[in-house]
């Protein structure tokens, strides 16, 4: 891990804010296109300033590149002593510099994965049976591949350039040395089914195609699939958000 004194000011020059929230930046795409992503520990004394998001993140693109899943691609990782080297961006609200020694904020520099994410694909209608199809048999294969991906839905996934299904926004993730467990690929897929009006657009049609190709990709037994259907209905009925 690197120091924040390679992530100059003039290093961050043409940067565009991609994303922000009250306690500051979250997402910047730098200048030759690279993405910094930023990971803000809240308290100095949880384990997360050892292990955390940031941390996890990268351990996880690196194990699903493992696995032949496509990911986004890690440069670097670096620990920020304060957010000076921010101060200078065109930012929509106030960012207030955080004083040395307080919390602290990790940033990860990687490469995005190219191509559409299947939100995209569904809001612009350019969402098709085939990918739907597809989207079933990517899904059994990271479950059959021991990844659970507690964000896994239409927002995460994308379709690259090559026709390939892949993630990014991988930190909230575990990745298992052995096949999910079959209430553990139930819980992953109330994370998919979560947003009633994505479910709404989807469309019945196309989640029974889904629930029908994951269970023959995912080969369940009989009793898991009559399972496995009446679960995903009370999902799509009674949606969280």
């Keep these: 891990m690197r120091t924040s004194s390679l992530l100059s000011v003039a290093s961050l020059e043409g940067a565009q804010i991609i994303e922000f929230d009250p306690r500051g930046l979250k997402v910047l795409r730098l200048a030759h296109g690279n993405i910094l992503k930023l990971f803000r520990l809240r308290n100095q004394w949880s384990i997360a300033r050892w292990y955390g998001y940031a941390q996890r993140f990268c351990a996880n693109a690196k194990r699903l590149h493992q696995l032949n899943i496509p990911t986004v691609k890690i440069i670097d990782t670096y620990l920020l002593a304060d957010d000076s080297a921010f101060s200078s ?10 004083q040395r020694g307080a919390n602290q904020t990790y940033a990860v520099e990687y490469v995005p994965l190219p191509g559409n994410t299947l939100k995209e694909l569904l809001l612009s209608q350019a969402l098709t049976s085939a990918h739907v199809l597809q989207l079933g ?8 591949s021991g990844v659970h991906f507690r964000s896994l839905h239409l927002g995460n996934i994308v379709l690259t350039p090559d026709g390939e299904m892949g993630l990014i926004d991988v930190a909230d993730m575990r990745i298992y040395p052995w096949a999910l467990w079959f209430n553990t690929r139930m819980r992953s897929f109330r994370h998919v089914t979560r947003y009633a009006k994505l479910n709404e657009q989807f469309g019945k049609q ?14 369940l037994s009989g009793k898991q699939s009559q399972v496995f259907q009446k679960t995903m209905k009370t999902f799509l009925d009674n949606p969280p958000h």
């Design 89 to 98: 961006l065109p930012a929509p609200i106030t960012f207030k510099p955080k």
């Design 206 to 219: 196309y989640w029974q195609l889904l629930t029908d190709t994951y269970i023959q990709q995912a080969k």
């Design 137 to 144: 048999a990517f899904i059994a294969r990271l479950h059959g």
